[in-house]
């Protein structure tokens, strides 16, 4: 990989570690203002439901790009789940991984969430799998904050 498709690839990793951050800050706020003000009802659940699927979606993104630079190799029956899976991987003298088993398991759950709410057309989400995704992802987050920032150090060794 030459010097600059390093460059672009830290490039677009920080771009969408800082939608990452938006985003989760933005579930935050949104549970502790906007939730707390109209109540817990369906139509509410769509604010948090919405940002899960983003978030998700977003870091999806990084591990596609990461992915395409790295390896190229997704099954395409399940790519999918097939690219969270390689990212838990070292890949010796080729990356690094940038996720452990446990935060592999949290995107998991985030995964088959965003994969139900892309096809579920029904505006009533179940606030305790709601609560239950949100305590995920803020399990997740930090190790996903923690995992971008070894991966951008990594890319600048590279470099």
């Excluded at 672009?8 to 706020?29: C, G, P, T």
């Excluded at 991987?89 to 592999?104: C, P, Q, S």
């Excluded at 995964?111 to 239950?132: C, G, I, K, Q, V």
Aim: a negative charge.
């Amino acid at each position: 990989m030459s010097e600059s498709e390093v460059q672009e690839l830290a490039s677009v990793i920080r771009k969408h570690q800082a939608n990452l951050e938006s985003i989760y800050s933005d579930l935050e706020s949104a549970l502790r203002e906007e939730i707390a003000t109209i109540g817990r009802t369906g139509r509410s659940a769509l604010i948090p439901a919405g940002l899960l699927e983003n978030y998700y979606t977003c870091l999806e993104t990084i591990m596609l790009r990461v992915s395409q630079h790295f390896e190229n190799n997704l099954d395409p029956a399940r790519w999918h789940a097939d690219l969270l899976e390689k990212m838990r991987l070292r890949l010796e003298n080729v990356r690094i991984e940038l996720f452990d088993d446990k935060t592999y398991a949290r995107l998991l759950e985030l995964l088959r969430f965003r994969h139900f709410r892309r096809y579920y057309f029904e505006t009533e989400y179940d606030w305790d799998r709601l609560d239950y995704l949100v305590t995920i992802l803020g399990k997740a987050h930090p190790a996903v904050v923690a995992g971008l920032s070894r991966f951008l150090a990594f890319l600048d060794r590279l470099q």
